[in-house]
């Protein structure tokens, strides 16, 4: 079988995300499309590529044999197009970003502007996600991540650790009792297939029979029922934050230490010689000395 580049990304994808709905949403195609272009390729074989389960897709001994040369092959596309895109464009471009949406909304999203005054042409690509997307295969250029990695073939470019606070409304705060706990609060949380990301646990752990006020799969619309009054929900105190709060107050809670947000830059050693992508770290990585000055400040004002 001849098979073009485009069917081994979707196969790649696939594979990476272990399930059709994940690789529909990272390809942007609709998953009845993405299943229809497998299932072709798996005719075209004359053998399944994907045994498919209750709980994902896991590969089948065709996908197994597979696997490395098209790992290889997009390799080679990336570094062709790193190639051309160190030679025709020095500073300028699209630079992808993948961040999990705290993360992205309150670092990237402020960081953003601080990089259009510096690089005007660097356009800055976001790529809000819990899931983990491959450095290797090119799906982003640079990751703020929770943990180092242990790849050898990746870069811990800096690291940091993120204070976080409860937040509520300056109308929700004061309609608080002089004293109150966890249990007083109505928390804004996750919802869906995240329902077990942080930090949900922790407030669990903390609040027995624990039920949220109110709850979604996306980051900015707590954040803007945060703000609308709706209850409280624990955010990153990040400089941005507590210079433009946004109408939103901390609230007096001695917060677990297990939520504490540690802050990596991953980036590819073979990005690291693009320009464009330098510029990015280079300015990420005051980013990232702003807020450990932030931190120290905030623990002497205590």
């Not at 160190?86 to 471009?93: D, E, F, L």
């Not at 960081?111 to 899931?131: G, N, W």
């Not at 109308?171 to 804004?188: G, K, N, Q, S």
């Not at 624990?234 to 809670?253: A, C, N, S, W």
């Amino acid at each position: 079988m001849d098979l073009q580049w485009n069917d081994l990304r979707i196969f790649l994808a696939v594979a990476d995300a272990g399930s059709l709905s994940g690789a529909a949403r990272r390809l942007k195609l609709s998953q009845p499309t993405l299943s229809r272009r497998i299932a072709e390729m798996e005719y075209a074989l004359g053998e399944p590529l994907f045994v498919r389960k209750n709980q994902g897709i896991s590969l089948a001994k065709a996908g197994t044999r597979l696997l490395p040369a098209a790992q290889g092959m997009a390799q080679w596309a990336t570094e062709a197009s790193r190639s051309l895109d160190a030679k025709n464009s020095p500073v300028s471009g699209r630079v992808r970003v993948t961040a999990a949406p705290s993360f992205a909304f309150d670092v990237l999203a402020p960081f953003a502007e601080t990089l259009r005054r510096k690089h005007p042409q660097i356009t800055l690509e976001v790529l809000a996600s819990t899931e983990r997307l491959n450095l290797s295969l090119g799906e982003a250029d640079i990751a703020l991540r929770k943990q180092s990695s242990d790849d050898p073939d990746l870069i811990t470019v800096d690291e940091v650790t993120v204070p976080i606070g409860a937040y509520a409304s300056r109308e929700y705060a004061r309609r608080l009792p002089a004293t109150y706990d966890f249990r007083d609060l109505d928390w804004i949380a996750w919802a869906g297939r995240h329902e077990m990301t942080s930090p949900n646990p922790e407030l669990a752990a903390r609040i027995p029979d624990f039920r949220p006020a109110f709850t979604s799969d996306d980051y900015s619309v707590q954040v803007a029922a945060c703000q609308a009054g709706v209850g409280a929900m624990i955010l990153l105190k990040t400089p941005h934050r507590l210079t433009r709060p946004g109408g939103l107050v901390e609230l007096k809670l001695q917060l677990p230490a297990s939520l504490r947000a540690p802050l990596a830059i991953i980036c590819h050693k073979r990005m690291t010689d693009l320009p464009k992508v330098r510029s990015v770290v280079d300015l990420l990585k005051r980013e990232f000395a702003d807020l450990r000055k932030s931190h120290i400040a905030q623990g002497k004002k205590k």
